[in-house]
């Protein structure tokens, strides 16, 4: 599965399999995590891995009783250490490139589980100091998720999106291109190689043709 694919068939997974994940899988998962760019490279930021029944069952109940998370055997949990950032680039640091860097680890934790063939949630509503309490984080850190991972049981259909021609600007805000169709939406760069290699197709296709219509010609004389 390459990256692209990846990005656009991954789904967000509410319904689990009774199946345990492989410790090489999870491993492998918050490798991706420790990939994500961060600000300096600080890489302020920490994966604790949650499979008990006791802490799940207790995370899910603090994240706003959303009891079908149980299902998943695993969670990772993303914990940000704001201090580090505040050290090098202020309060921006802590409070704006330290959420920047999580939000990246958790979408590279997203997209890998997907390649693994698993299915994840990210879920952001939770009482934070109960979350704290279970996990018995005691110093000033902040949850910026809670990542559900297991293998899924449902397979959602893809959500409505903008097209691109709605999202996108040029040199400012509101910036258009007249007309935008020639250069984004259904012309993308990805329908354009289409195009492009169809016409190679059929013209390949018609030089064959040719050749086998004046051979016939020829042992016709």
Not at 14 to 20: N, Y
Not at 74 to 86: D, L, M, T
Request: include cysteine.
């Amino acid at each position: 599965m390459d990256v692209f694919d990846a990005i656009r068939t991954r789904r967000s997974i509410r319904k689990f399999k009774d199946k345990q994940v492989p410790w090489d899988n999870i491993i492998t998962i918050m490798q991706a995590g420790k990939y994500a760019p961060s600000a300096g490279n600080l890489q302020n930021w920490k994966f604790i891995v949650v499979k008990s029944d006791a802490k799940r069952k207790a995370i899910a109940k603090a994240c706003l009783q959303q009891d079908w998370m149980e299902q998943a055997p695993v969670y990772i949990v993303v914990v940000a250490e704001p201090e580090k950032a505040r050290m090098y680039y202020g309060t921006r640091g802590a409070r704006l490139y330290t959420q920047q860097a999580c939000g990246a680890a958790i979408q590279n934790i997203l997209l890998t589980a997907h390649s693994l063939g698993l299915g994840a949630c990210w879920v952001g509503a939770f009482d934070e100091d109960e979350v704290f309490r279970i996990l018995n984080i005691t110093e000033e850190k902040i949850i910026e998720g809670v990542v559900v991972i297991g293998y899924a049981d449902e397979h959602p259909e893809s959500p409505p999106k903008y097209r691109i021609e709605h999202m996108v600007f040029f040199e400012k805000w509101w910036g258009r291109i007249e007309p935008p169709r020639s250069h984004i939406g259904w012309w993308s760069l990805y329908n354009k190689r289409m195009v492009d290699e169809g016409h190679k197709f059929i013209k390949k296709t018609g030089k064959k043709i040719e050749e086998h219509v004046k051979r016939k010609l020829k042992k016709g004389k």
